[in-house]
């Protein structure tokens, strides 16, 4: 388990706990609560060598802070991408990446949403882990969600 704290001096940061993630990572499901462009933008760089089409986005419009273009892009990606519209507020922050055969491998959970700042310079926390427990019930949690 490694501790993500973005405004800690010498701490993991979130950019690089997504290139972490993505290591060895054939795809990634993502529940986070708005997409920005600056985010979307940011992922994909260090994402580029998963595959998309697999990839599995659920992210809301509930407060009107994701972004359509945001979204656009993620959507001509390849990406498939649902919209939580249930009753109760949204706010995940989960990534968790796959294997090739669709078995999840690595999590990230924290604060982060798909945005710039909270990739570079916002305070942000969370942890990147392996944990088998973990990976079991964010797996099972997400798969219900999507």
């Not at 949204?90 to 999840?104: E, S, T, W």
Request: aromatic letters at 8%; a neutral charge; one cysteine or more.
């Amino acid at each position: 388990m490694k501790i993500i704290l973005n405004d800690h001096k010498g701490s993991t940061t979130f950019k690089q706990a997504l290139s972490e993630l993505a290591e060895g990572a054939e795809t990634l499901s993502l529940a986070v609560s708005y997409l920005q462009v600056g985010g979307w933008e940011l992922f994909r760089h260090h994402t580029r060598s998963l595959s998309l089409p697999k990839m599995r986005i659920v992210c809301t419009d509930q407060l009107g802070i994701t972004h359509p273009e945001a979204v656009g892009r993620a959507i001509r990606s390849g990406v498939q991408i649902r919209n939580f519209a249930g009753s109760g507020v949204y706010h995940p922050k989960v990534y968790l990446a796959h294997d090739q055969n669709d078995r999840p491998i690595k999590f990230l959970l924290g604060s982060a949403n798909l945005s710039s700042s909270a990739f570079t310079s916002g305070v942000e926390a969370g942890v990147l882990s392996d944990e088998t427990v973990g990976l079991k019930t964010l797996n099972g949690w997400f798969n219900e969600l999507f």
